[in-house]
């Protein structure tokens, strides 16, 4: 089944622990994007990659990290996590070209301590 | 950057009647406009889309209009059902793709 699937689901964390929202794709796209979505604020996009090694800012970074070492995977690093980091993050895929299709992974809900 | 704007953030219907959210974007090179719907504790799922060379896509209850004159977007859902009721998204696409803007979003309620 094509699928866009993203670890851990749920996280309860403290302020400053490092941790690691895995992404990963099996379609074979090219694009890949991480997302947070706030009540009142949308999607907003954190970072984006369009194609292995190939990453970009996105609309909100600070304070996030990523890496495309592998055509499949994107994860989604936080050095130091701090409260305002308190959201529900979605990673995304797509093909190449732009008028494809986005395809979502089904979210991670991250709490700050 | 582009700037999507989308109105109204909240819109109650009766079931049956028609539902309509609209955006507006700021980039006129812009030229790709899908809408995604999410229901409650899951993700985006992309309902319809439009491209910059066509002014309407209908899909059963689902309409959405562009005026690339205008730069203005419109989801039209008519006979609404319970079902309907979700946060609606409308985004824009540039041509070069790196960013798809998405509006701050709808919550349509439909009640019986």
């Known amino acids: 089944e094509a699928q866009v699937t993203q670890n851990p689901r749920y996280l309860i964390t403290v302020t400053g622990k490092k941790l690691t929202v895995t992404c990963s794709q099996n379609?074979?796209?090219?694009?890949m994007s991480w997302y947070r979505q706030d009540p009142g604020l949308g999607l907003r996009q954190i970072y984006y990659?369009?194609?292995?090694?190939?990453?970009d800012k996105g609309d909100v970074p600070e304070g996030y990290k990523v890496s495309r070492k592998e055509k499949r995977n994107f994860p989604l690093i936080l050095e130091s996590p701090s409260p305002n980091q308190t959201s529900l993050y979605f990673c995304?895929?797509?093909?190449?070209?732009?008028?494809?299709?986005?395809?979502f992974g089904p979210g991670t809900r991250l709490t700050v301590l | 950057g582009e700037n999507v704007e989308q109105h109204p953030s909240t819109l109650s219907v009766q079931e049956g009647d028609s539902a309509v959210i609209k955006c507006t974007y700021s980039d006129s090179a812009s030229n790709y406009f899908p809408w995604y719907k999410q229901e409650l504790g899951k993700r985006p799922q992309l309902i319809i889309d439009i491209r910059s060379n066509v002014g309407e896509k209908k899909d059963q209850r689902i309409a959405v209009t562009l005026n690339k004159t205008a730069k203005h977007f419109s989801l039209h859902i008519t006979e609404t059902q319970p079902e309907d009721s979700a946060v609606y998204f409308c985004?824009?696409?540039?041509?070069?793709?790196?960013?798809?803007?998405f509006g701050k979003g709808t919550m349509l309620l439909v009640s019986p």
């Open positions: 995304a895929s797509r093909s190449g070209g732009n008028l494809n299709e986005q395809f």
């Open positions: 379609m074979n796209h090219e694009y």
């Open positions: 990659s369009m194609n292995v090694e190939v990453t």
């Open positions: 985004a824009s696409v540039g041509p070069g793709y790196s960013t798809l803007t």
